[in-house]
């Protein structure tokens, strides 16, 4: 999906561990959603952790994905703030 939560963490000194605390759920939890396809309101939930957007959230060299229902691709399109 090209999520840099992980990265994020890695880069601010944060452990899977202590974010799952901070997220006020289990490290198992917080894995299997990183690893899976996290909700919007998920997503929304790590940003205001990390105080980051949800665009942040991502990798910016990800153009396009794939519909986790249907399989078509969704063009992304980020716009970058001067």
Known sequence: MGLIVKDIL??????IKDFAALLGINRVNLSNQLSGNPT?????????????????LFDKKITAINCPKCGEEIRLSIDEKS
Do not use: H, M, Q
């Open 10 to 15: 890695k880069s601010r000194g944060i452990s």
């Open 40 to 56: 919007l309101e998920t997503l929304e939930k790590w940003a205001a952790a990390l105080n980051v957007t949800v665009p942040d």
